[in-house]
């Protein structure tokens, strides 16, 4: 089998360098892990406003790429980061497509011009691979913003012997962002119309699909956990695309994301008051301690139970069955905090129900770094009762930490927390199965019932944070993958 030497991800964002989602985390973590396996790794990436904001040393590659737009022909300045502990990144530049606010509009709409933006950028993308010495072996894209690399490769690339001759690898984040736009700006994409605007191509109802091409034109497609590969088939789970995705299902594969563990490990944690471990649980008594102080919850005992969220406070994410048992929820004697942002008609009703509560439901908008930390070292229970989940790392930051989750059984949920057995003593946290707003507060109230049994609560703990959910797991599966594909 030949030798995997160099892959190349193609993503629209990465951590350190610009995130909006859980995408980042896998495009910066995965090629780091990969590159503990030997291999060379580099990411191409948009250079964004907030890039140039955060004063990543960037150096100034020559000449320009020159990549069609419709009728036009647009240019990109190269960038590369260079980094002795970390893969390349090379960054492309056209200061009216991604010197922006916000990464794909902001919280009210998307950008008109999304797919100008990301066609654009998968023509960059596959002009600097031409030129990269050595060739890759391996392309991985993510998400609908690449979906159009694959078919790129075998449509106006199909003459450039290094392009088509690479195995593209395509991963889908999350089913939901589909990268749908109208057809009359389908000669936009440089893809032949009679070709590849079709039912077998990107024509969906009616309309354009990067994620459809994505799905269709890769050599195989990955999702980011097991469970929610098998989901994704059904109408349940499909979003519409299930059809398409039935077809490609003997290369659909499902690899489970990591969790950096270099940020995300109470023992280390540099904003947490006090660093604990599983040997000693005493410095997350001081953390619960500080967190109580910190957010001003009303009758703040430590002996009481804290619940917490950190989340995108949208329907998905469950918010809708949180406000329909948050009156059953606080008749219970504990508290509640939520960290997270969204819409006026999610924040609105969590607002109002903060306003009532007398102090017992703390609700913080926006995204506050150090604050998740936190939370996550000085809560007691975490909830996670997702309408779907196709991997989620919340979760497992939260197992590492001790704070034992409350989840539904969907997606990456399911594959990373098992339902606590008393008789056994086995599992690490709590689920539901059906999307009920009873059976929620069920399993919570469950919760609630072993974190008020001392010996039992600290069993759970034990086993949550004896969990290894790393990187460097997840990245021996995707070489496996990457090899077969060569």
Excluded at 201 to 226: N, Q
Excluded at 467 to 479: L, P, Q, T
Aim: glycine letters at 10%; aromatic letters at 10%.
């Amino acid at each position: 089998m030949k030798r995997i030497k160099r892959i190349v991800f193609i993503s629209s964002e990465a951590v350190p360098f610009a995130k909006s989602g859980g995408l980042a985390d896998v495009s910066g973590a995965l090629p780091a892990a990969l590159k503990k396996l030997g291999v060379e790794v580099s990411i191409i990436l948009p250079l964004y406003r907030t890039v140039k904001e955060k004063g990543f040393p960037l150096v100034r590659m020559p000449g320009r790429v020159h990549v069609p737009l419709g009728s036009d022909t647009l240019s990109a300045a190269v960038y590369k980061h260079i980094t002795t502990d970390g893969p390349d990144a090379y960054f492309l530049d056209r200061e009216e497509f991604f010197d922006r606010r916000g990464l794909y509009g902001t919280e009210e709409e998307d950008y008109f011009d999304n797919l100008e933006r990301f066609t654009f950028f998968s023509h960059c993308a596959l002009q600097l691979i031409d030129g990269l010495i050595p060739a890759p072996d391996i392309l991985h894209c993510h998400d609908w913003q690449t979906g159009l690399v694959p078919a790129l490769r075998i449509g106006p690339f199909s003459d450039k012997p290094l392009i088509s001759r690479i195995p593209v690898l395509f991963t889908i984040h999350n089913l939901g962002y589909q990268g749908i736009f109208p057809a009359e700006k389908f000669s936009l994409t440089g893809l032949e119309k009679d070709r590849f605007f079709t039912m077998e191509a990107l024509e969906y109802w009616g309309k354009i699909s990067l994620l459809k091409a994505g799905i269709l034109f890769a050599d195989a497609v990955t999702t980011v956990s097991p469970t929610y590969s098998k989901e994704i088939l059904t109408p349940q789970y499909g979003k519409g695309m299930e059809g398409i995705l039935q077809k490609r299902a003997g290369d659909l594969h499902g690899i489970l994301n990591g969790v950096d563990y270099m940020d995300w490990d109470p023992e280390t944690d540099r904003y947490l008051p006090s660093n604990y471990g599983p040997e000693s649980l005493a410095g997350k008594m001081v953390c619960k301690r500080e967190l109580l102080n910190e957010i001003k919850i009303n009758g703040k005992s430590v002996e009481k139970p804290l619940l917490a969220m950190v989340s995108r406070l949208d329907n998905q994410k469950g918010i809708d069955l949180v406000l329909k048992i948050l009156d059953d929820l606080l008749k219970q004697d504990l508290s509640l905090l939520i960290l997270g942002s969204g819409g006026s008609d999610i924040v609105g009703p969590l607002k109002a129900a903060a306003k009532k509560s007398k102090g017992r439901l703390v609700l913080k908008t926006g995204f506050d770094e150090g604050l998740a930390h936190r939370i996550m070292g000085g809560a007691d229970i975490f909830l996670m009762p997702s309408r779907y989940e196709p991997c989620g790392l919340t979760q497992m930051y939260a197992l590492k930490y001790g704070t034992i989750p409350v989840v539904r059984a969907t997606g990456g949920l399911e594959d990373t927390v098992k339902q606590f057995d008393r008789k056994t003593g086995k599992g690490n946290g709590f689920k539901f199965i059906p999307y009920e707003a009873g059976a929620f507060l069920r399993a919570v109230k469950d919760s609630l019932k072993f974190f008020n049994d001392p010996s039992a609560w600290k069993g759970i703990q034990e086993n949550a944070m004896s969990e290894d959910f790393s990187w460097a797991r997840s990245a021996k599966r995707y070489m496996s993958l990457y090899k077969s594909l060569i």
